[in-house]
């Protein structure tokens, strides 16, 4: 194994807490940049937001760091955030446009440190 087990603690929960920081930006985003009138992208970042928030926190508390799953669920979650105002249609307005691209970017590489970090066997993870 590259890392010991309180390196690999480290680096998941570090990384998991930031990301549930970024989720809980983007779940009050459509609130603090003006875009909470746009029925999809709040609807969206209500609920992807407290989705990243949740598995972020399982990753970050108590023996959490133990598990890949919650870690590669938010790597979906952040490809979805990036792809949403396409998907979704909010695209053509700015600021929902740039929040949520950069956020799921943010997302995608918190959760791909915090999943590539998870010990890979239950024997490291003892």
Known sequence: MATTLEQARTYVRTASGIDVV?????FLSPFILGFSSITGALWNNLIV?????????????GSGYKRAWP????VVLGI???LSPFIIGFATLNR???NNII???VVVVLALI????????ADDAI
Do not use: D, E, Q
């Open 114 to 121: 915090s999943g590539a970090s998870t010990p890979s066997s």
């Open 49 to 61: 937001g407290a989705a990243i928030i949740i598995f972020s926190a399982t990753n970050a508390a």
């Open 71 to 74: 870690s590669w669920i938010n």
């Open 80 to 82: 979805w955030l990036i």
């Open 22 to 26: 970024a989720g809980l930006w983007v």
């Open 103 to 105: 956020l799921g970017a």
């Open 96 to 98: 929902p446009l740039w």
